[in-house]
């Protein structure tokens, strides 16, 4: 009969077996994942790897679904003469964004980079926080982002050693634009087709006091999204785009415009553009449709021209 030593020996034996073919097992499917992840030809995805590897861009457009949908690259490159691409996502913050600049410029260093923020994007929100684990695959290419996918758990980077927790809840995505690709992105401009039904929407919305918080991991996102940008040499602009409904001014916006003063970035809100006020020219009160998108690049390679030189004689010799 098995002294009880022996048989303790043999469990700890077979526990250290089992949990190395876990961790293979972890690493392989992992790997695989990986290979999909990075070969995606359409979606989000394929949008954020182009950003994060690829390296002809001059001209790169940043920020949420009002980046993805509001700015047709095609007619920024045609009007510039150079490469564009827009790398804006759905839902995606602040946070988001300046990741994306940090592995964009890994690779290759724009002329131009193009911010299109909310008007409430410093403010607090735990949604765009826990929808930071998207990031986790670059942790494979880089880890230039983890001090901002830390934001979302300080237990984050722990559970990122799993290489299967990475794909947490995108390998149906994944596989999807893998095997299945469609797509409606062109340069990773996505335009709306529907048209908003003005009826239900109303222009006017009730003033809001300024009570809402500021989150500090924002404001040091776009204080470092500037400092990137300033150090590489790489001309910032800052827009808020149109929407059909008045926005609020926040404490969130009122800190930004003094942000983009203070470091001399040309900032501009256009957010109740007079021409940009009819309904035929939104899918909804947030967003442009095609045809508003196609008018407000058109307006926004119009600011561009018109302050490029400006502004970047002095954006560019200011101290560091």
Same mark, same amino acid.
């Given at each position: 009969?098995?002294?009880?030593?022996?048989?303790?020996?043999?469990?700890?034996?077979?526990?250290?077996?089992?949990?190395?073919?876990?961790?293979?097992?972890?690493?392989?499917?992992?790997?695989?994942?990986?290979?999909?992840?990075?070969?995606?030809?359409?979606?989000?995805?394929?949008?954020?790897?182009?950003?994060?590897?690829?390296?002809?861009?001059?001209?790169?457009?940043?920020?949420?679904?009002?980046?993805?949908?509001?700015?047709?690259?095609?007619?920024?490159?045609?009007?510039?003469?150079?490469?564009?691409?827009?790398?804006?996502?759905?839902?995606?913050?602040?946070?988001?964004?300046?990741?994306?600049?940090?592995?964009? #410029? &890994? %690779? +290759?260093?724009?002329?131009?980079?193009?911010?299109?923020?909310?008007?409430? !994007? /410093? @403010?607090?929100?735990? *949604?765009?926080?826990?929808?930071?684990?998207?990031?986790?695959?670059?942790?494979?290419?880089?880890?230039?982002?983890?001090?901002?996918?830390?934001?979302?758990?300080?237990?984050?980077?722990?559970?990122?050693?799993?290489?299967?927790?990475?794909?947490?809840?995108?390998?149906?995505?994944? #596989? &999807? %634009? +893998?095997?299945?690709?469609?797509?409606?992105?062109?340069?990773?401009?996505? !335009? /709306? @087709?529907?048209?908003? *039904?003005?009826?239900?929407?109303?222009?006017?919305?009730?003033?809001?006091?300024?009570?809402?918080?500021?989150?500090?991991?924002?404001?040091?996102?776009?204080?470092?999204?500037?400092?990137?940008?300033?150090?590489?040499?790489?001309?910032?602009?800052?827009?808020?785009?149109?929407?059909?409904?008045?926005?609020?001014?926040?404490?969130?916006?009122?800190?930004?415009?003094?942000?983009?003063?203070?470091?001399?970035?040309?900032?501009?809100?256009?957010?109740?553009?007079?021409?940009?006020?009819?309904?035929?020219?939104?899918?909804?009160?947030?967003?442009?449709?095609?045809?508003?998108?196609?008018?407000?690049?058109?307006?926004?390679?119009?600011?561009?021209?018109?302050?490029?030189?400006?502004?970047?004689?002095?954006?560019?010799?200011?101290?560091?």
């Amino acid at each position: 009969m098995q002294s009880l030593k022996t048989k303790n020996k043999q469990f700890l034996i077979r526990a250290v077996l089992f949990l190395l073919i876990i961790i293979c097992i972890d690493q392989l499917i992992g790997a695989v994942l990986y290979y999909f992840f990075t070969h995606q030809n359409t979606g989000e995805f394929a949008v954020a790897n182009h950003v994060a590897f690829n390296k002809d861009e001059e001209i790169l457009v940043l920020g949420s679904s009002r980046a993805s949908h509001h700015y047709n690259s095609s007619t920024i490159k045609n009007s510039f003469g150079l490469n564009c691409y827009n790398g804006g996502r759905d839902g995606e913050g602040l946070l988001y964004s300046t990741a994306m600049l940090q592995l964009a #410029l &890994q %690779h +290759h260093i724009p002329q131009y980079v193009i911010l299109d923020i909310n008007s409430d !994007a /410093l @403010d607090q929100n735990k *949604d765009e926080k826990d929808k930071l684990s998207i990031l986790l695959p670059f942790l494979q290419q880089s880890d230039v982002i983890k001090d901002i996918i830390k934001e979302r758990s300080p237990f984050e980077m722990y559970k990122s050693l799993s290489k299967t927790y990475r794909y947490n809840g995108q390998v149906l995505s994944i #596989l &999807q %634009h +893998h095997f299945l690709p469609s797509s409606k992105y062109i340069l990773g401009f996505n !335009a /709306l @087709d529907e048209k908003m *039904d003005a009826s239900k929407v109303t222009t006017k919305t009730a003033f809001t006091p300024y009570a809402d918080l500021v989150d500090p991991a924002n404001i040091k996102a776009l204080v470092s999204f500037i400092t990137i940008c300033k150090t590489n040499q790489v001309q910032l602009f800052v827009f808020i785009s149109p929407r059909y409904n008045d926005d609020t001014k926040l404490n969130s916006y009122l800190k930004i415009k003094n942000l983009c003063k203070d470091h001399h970035i040309p900032f501009q809100d256009f957010t109740n553009n007079s021409v940009l006020k009819r309904p035929e020219y939104y899918a909804d009160r947030a967003h442009l449709n095609g045809i508003g998108a196609n008018l407000y690049t058109d307006t926004v390679i119009s600011f561009i021209k018109k302050n490029i030189q400006t502004n970047k004689a002095m954006y560019l010799t200011q101290e560091q």
